[in-house]
Nanobody, 123 residues
Framework: QVQLVESGGGLVQAGGSLRLSCAAS????????MSWFRQAPGKEREFVGR????????YYADSVKGRFTISRDNAKNTVYLQMNSLKPEDTAVYYC????????????????WGQGTQVTVSS
């Protein structure tokens, strides 16, 4: 059983940057694929990106490609989401998720979830 705790959210102006962290405990972190999702008010949770455990390859939603970067530090049991050139439409609660298999860009593909961290981008 993996426990995930996100941090690093906050209020930032459009064009700014934030780095979110997701700390994992309770499992062999290096064997888990990790992902980020987000949920804006009144909208469904949407996929942001994911990183594999095996080769560290990453994949992103078109809406964030070129602006967001996912990385992981297996020694620290932590995955990061670096967000640059933020836009007001990036405002959402951001969640990290984990699974032993690559879950794809859908919620049901990921087993373990954090509680989320709020990101607000002002215009």
């Amino acid at each position: 059983q993996v426990q995930l705790v996100e941090s690093g959210g906050g209020l930032v102006q459009a064009g700014g940057s934030l780095r979110l962290s997701c700390a994992a405990s309770g499992g062999t972190f290096s064997k888990y694929h990790m992902s980020w999702f987000r949920q804006a008010p009144g909208k469904e949770r949407e996929f942001v990106g994911r990183i594999t455990w095996s080769d560290g390859s990453s994949y992103y939603a078109d809406s964030v490609k070129g602006r967001f970067t996912i990385s992981r530090d297996n020694a620290k049991n932590t995955v990061y989401l670096q967000m640059n050139s933020l836009k007001p439409e990036d405002t959402a609660v951001y969640y990290c998720a984990a699974d032993l298999t690559v879950g794809g860009p859908v919620e049901r593909g990921w087993t373990y979830w954090g509680q989320g961290t709020q990101v607000t981008v002002s215009s």
